[in-house]
Nanobody, 115 residues
Framework: QVQLVESGGGLVQPGGSLRLSCAAS????????MGWYRQAPGKQRELVAA???????HYADSVKGRFTVSGANAKNMVYLQMNSLKPEDTAVYYC?????????WGQGTQVTVSS
């Protein structure tokens, strides 16, 4: 079992920055990849960024060049640095970890980009 706790969300003006953190506990040795997803009201949950245990990364086209995912090498923390935020980035952001068999989710943290 893996437990995930996100933090760092909040309200920010367009063009601003936020850094999300995800703390993993439990069977962290089994984690193969971690990622950030988001879900806006009325929309499906979507992948934002992911990082593997080998430090390979993947980003959604909508956030490339603005967001950076890091930290999975330690297998107990993963971060999402979000720069040049836009109103369309407003959503609940979720941390996800997978061990190749099971997906584990955090409770989510709200990010609101508004003037």
């Amino acid at each position: 079992q893996v437990q995930l706790v996100e933090s760092g969300g909040g309200l920010v003006q367009p063009g601003g920055s936020l850094r999300l953190s995800c703390a993993a506990s439990g069977s962290i040795f089994s984690i193969k990849a971690m990622g950030w997803y988001r879900q806006a009201p009325g929309k499906q949950r979507e992948l934002v960024a992911a990082i593997t245990s080998g430090a390979g990364t993947h980003y959604a086209d909508s956030v490339k060049g603005r967001f950076t995912v890091s930290g999975a090498n330690a297998k107990n923390m993963v971060y999402l640095q979000m720069n040049s935020l836009k109103p369309e980035d407003t959503a609940v952001y979720y941390c996800k970890a997978d061990d190749g068999l099971v997906d584990y989710w955090g409770q989510g943290t709200q990010v609101t980009v508004s003037s």
